[in-house]
């Protein structure tokens, strides 16, 4: 196999000459840990993947120096795997997946400059280690399932499978929660929006006229966190993938060096560049400016809302009317305000799941209560008011074949899809040159077969 002699001189090469690079806030020294095939695993790609786990609240079950690089490692049979089958992702679901990532750092760890703190990087590093990491997860992803393919199960597999179970290794099902929601937004004066309108006048004026490039001005100014590090630019996106205002505007632009007129979308106001066409595809620069809403019109749908909240209370009308005819939140109002659960397509969430200013709230609510009025981040980035109604909570407990029947049948599809899995690995591992530094060795694998000397 071609990648013995390979990997082995890469290893002993990357070993050489990397011990002497510093890398983190805390002057660790990097290094060469592992080799897989011809791919080598640096001691910061697993101090990288701590951070993260540690910034999204995952916990890494045993020592993270031996689990993370045993996944990375496995990750990269993966990748070798699809370079063999010719499987790639497209990049317009890596470039979502990036800007949703890079807004969810944002939420959690509080701004862009805390986020590069953090990390101890720029934001364009993080964006392009994000990217590398999405398409390499994503891909990942599309081996598995093809080697796992379309695994079907019979309900009296499902039986076998929970009455073969011991007692103490019966699935845990976690306290789900159901949730209506109405929000309001708080209204804008028009004398902001008349300031923001202005300033993207001004920015149109400065590009048009050759002071100042778009990019420039979209790096400095604009309040879409996504693309404002580059320099407002979205990538190559189709018209679905555009809210509709903004396709409808971007679609008919023709001139590169022209800016368009202004857009108000969901998100708040946009100019927009063009970049290229291709086909029905688009790359085009926005920036994006929200009017600052004042802190009289937060206090004023607060108590709006109050007073909303008191009148179901006192039966004057209902959540659910209250949710179809006041709420602004488009994806429940037509719902009975009942929170769709992106992860799973149903309605009920793990708490940990709940956006955290909901989850706070729900958690000191009993069911049919609703809460106080609070203030919340929308999907939209932007700051809107908000009460919530807890419809129902079933604690957490043991599985039971009548109550969590799906729960079963997919804990058994998966069973059989990482038994398909595990398999593939051990017959990979036999064929493929894999070399562990000896400090980080001493760890107790999930899979047998990586210390071969």
Sequence with gaps: MRTSLIAR????????????VSFSQDNIIDQVVWVVGDEAILKSEVEEERLVALSERRDID??????????????????????IDSIEVGDSEIISRVDAQINFYIQQIGSEEKVEEYFNKTMTQIREKLRQNI?????????????????????????NYFNDLPYDSIPYIPTNVEVQLITKEPTVPQVEIDAVKAKLREFTERVNSGETSFSTLALLYSEDPGSRVRGGELGFMG???????????????QDPNKVSKIVETEYGYHIIQLIEKRGDRINCRHILLRPHVPAEAIDSSLIALDSIADNIRNGKYTFEQAALYISDDKDTRLNNGLMPNPYDNTSKFQMQQLPQEIAK??????????????????????EVC??????????????????????????VMEKLGEEKLK???????????????????????????????
């Excluded at 001189?9 to 002497?20: E, N």
């Excluded at 018209?239 to 632009?253: K, T, W």
Aim: aromatic share 10%.
């Design 9 to 20: 001189t890469a290893f002993f090469l990357l070993s050489a000459i990397l011990p002497a």
């Design 62 to 83: 045993g020592d993270p120096y031996c689990v993370i690089p045993e996944q990375l490692a496995i990750q990269k049979l993966f990748l070798n795997q699809a370079e």
């Design 135 to 159: 398409r390499d997860g994503l891909t990942a992803q599309r081996v598995q399932q093809e080697i796992v393919g379309e695994i079907k199960v019979t309900p009296s597999e499902v039986r």
């Design 239 to 253: 018209r679905g993938q555009l809210l509709p205002e903004f396709a409808n505007v971007a679609f008919n632009l």
């Design 361 to 382: 709230v729900v958690d000191g609510l009993n069911v049919g209560e609703i809460s106080d009025p609070f203030t919340m981040l929308d999907d939209n980035g932007k």
């Design 386 to 411: 908000a009460i919530v109604k807890l419809k129902t909570k079933i604690d957490g407990h043991k599985a039971t074949i009548s109550e969590d029947y799906q729960r079963l049948k997919d804990l």
């Design 423 to 453: 398999e593939w690995i051990k017959e990979k591992l036999k064929t493929t040159y894999v070399r562990i530094d000896p400090e980080w060795r001493n760890c107790d694998f999930k899979y047998d077969g990586w210390v071969k000397d």
